[in-house]
């Protein structure tokens, strides 16, 4: 029902699924997908939490609760939820990006250059990745920059 665009119906039946099965894998799964496409959090919230209480390295859970956290501007918790994204799945672009994203908007510039750093390892073509390391390291040139010297009279 879901891939047949009915993600109402899908979600009515997964629910039911996890009345009778409560530890279904699949069923939060599939819950956290479809209250991602339809932007609803607190549902990809809910259904994450009780996926990563049962699989604690599930990316789905993992990728949901980072979704969350970043649309309630939980740029914190979003680095946490994709630091354990990319330990779990050293190679997960979007972990990177998006924990790179979190640190930059919580102006961690050092972290953020470091993941952007990762992101680009993983995914060289990807030109937002460029562009925020860019904004990035600029911001660190500006930050570091010495002080202009005194003179003395």
């Known amino acids: ?3 047949l665009g009915h993600p109402d119906e899908a979600s009515q039946i997964y629910q039911r699924i996890l009345k009778r099965n409560p530890e279904s894998e699949e069923s939060l799964s599939n819950l956290i997908l479809i209250g991602m496409s339809k932007q ?3 549902m990809v919230r809910e259904h994450s939490e009780r996926l ?3 699989h604690p390295e599930s990316t789905v859970a993992l990728e949901g609760l980072a979704s969350w956290a970043s649309s309630a501007g939980e740029h914190g918790l979003t680095a946490k939820f994709c630091t354990l994204l990319v330990s779990a799945v050293p190679g997960h672009f979007e972990g990177w990006f998006n924990l790179a994203l979190a640190h930059q908007k919580s102006e961690r510039w050092e972290q953020a250059a470091e993941a ?7 995914r060289p073509q990807s030109c937002e990745a460029y ?5 990035v390291r600029e911001q660190l040139a500006t930050n570091q920059a010495p002080a202009p010297p005194t003179t003395a009279l």
């Open 40 to 42: 609803n959090f607190e």
């Open 131 to 135: 562009t925020n390391l860019g904004i």
């Open 116 to 122: 952007y750093d990762e992101a680009i390892k993983l």
């Open 1 to 3: 029902m879901q891939s």
């Open 52 to 54: 990563l209480e049962l």
